[in-house]
């Protein structure tokens, strides 16, 4: 009986914690390469399609993925880094494995099973073997390392962020503090200029 976890993964030093995120309800379904490839949407039948091996019924999507149509290539088989790449044809489905991309690549590949595990009317289904999966349903060591990089690259890109907006607001801050001073230097200059304006202007009086 498999059943779908999603984790997400902090590395803190030389330690990996394991947080449970989301847990999708159970199934025993594994499909094989050849069972999934029936369900192209042939003849008005159920569409379905893989990324990292998790499989989705597509077919209320019918209009995007049926015979003919723009990402029809993508019916009835994994085609995970097509979803990066952009290039729907069989040349490049195969011509490199997940974990020979650099890490951002690897998130951006993960974002599209994000796209499919959260749309409203796309169903998830189970699991395909090959890559990701066993014929048990269960991870392999790459869809294991897949996830790592996915959570390192993740942690990173978030510090990466935080410090980048760490930096803007100290050079915002920076600049308004740089502002007020040269504002106060002008209202003082002005102040002396009036002052002395003022003076001579007694001064002339008296004379």
């Known amino acids: 009986m498999y059943r779908r976890v999603t984790t997400s993964l902090i590395i803190l030093g030389s330690f990996l914690v394991k947080n449970v995120s989301a847990i999708k309800e159970q199934t025993d379904r594994v499909f094989t390469a050849d ?38 290539f993508f019916a009835g088989r994994d085609a995970t880094i097509c979803f990066f790449t952009g290039e729907y044809n069989e040349e490049h489905l195969n011509d490199k494995k997940v974990l020979d991309y650099k890490g951002t690549e690897i998130l951006g590949m993960e974002q599209w099973r994000d796209f499919y595990e959260q749309h409203e009317t796309y169903k998830f289904l189970g699991v395909l073997e090959g890559d990701y999966y066993d014929s048990e349903g269960k991870e392999t060591p790459d869809l294991v390392k897949i996830r790592e990089t ?15 907006k760490e930096d803007l607001a100290k050079r915002r801050a920076a600049r308004l503090a740089a502002e007020e001073e040269k504002k106060k230097a002008e209202e003082e200059s002005a102040k002396l200029s009036a002052t002395k304006s003022t003076a001579e202007g007694e001064k002339k009086d008296e004379l």
């Open 35 to 72: 069972e999934l490839s029936k369900y192209v949407g042939k003849d008005g039948g159920p569409i379905y399609l893989s990324v990292l091996g998790e499989v989705y019924d597509v077919t209320t999507g019918k209009d995007f993925y049926a015979p003919e149509n723009g990402y029809s």
């Open 150 to 164: 996915i959570v390192t690259t993740r942690t990173e890109y978030e510090e990466t962020e935080r410090k980048r």
